[in-house]
């Protein structure tokens, strides 16, 4: 079903460059890119947080190891120190 866009300059030279990039047409990207935000726009609310739909991208919990390099140590001790909890 044709459909005609009409596209500012800066959103035509996006278009092209990521076209470009990704190695596909620009109507494939387009239609992709349709694709994908009326999914994510059509899912259902969840009664999840934020924060416990990307629990597994923050490390569950758990805080990060010290750093083993001298000069990297340094840095995280002196921002540990700094943001330190009080209480």
């Known amino acids: 079903m044709p459909l005609s866009i009409q596209f500012t300059p800066e959103e035509e030279a996006l ?3 990521a076209s ?3 190695t596909c047409s620009k ?3 387009v239609r992709q890119g349709v694709r994908e935000l009326c999914q994510r726009l059509l899912q259902p609310p969840t009664d999840q947080s934020p924060y416990e739909r990307g629990r ?3 490390g569950a ?3 990060a190891a010290a750093p083993t390099d001298p000069s990297k140590r340094q840095v995280w001790e002196a921002l540990r120190v700094k943001h330190r909890r009080l209480g």
Do not use: M
Request: glycine residues 6%; aromatic residues 6%; hydrophobic residues 40%.
């Open 20 to 22: 470009r990039q990704a």
């Open 15 to 17: 278009l092209e460059t």
């Open 56 to 58: 597994d991208l923050f």
């Open 27 to 29: 109507s494939e990207l």
């Open 61 to 63: 919990g758990h805080l």
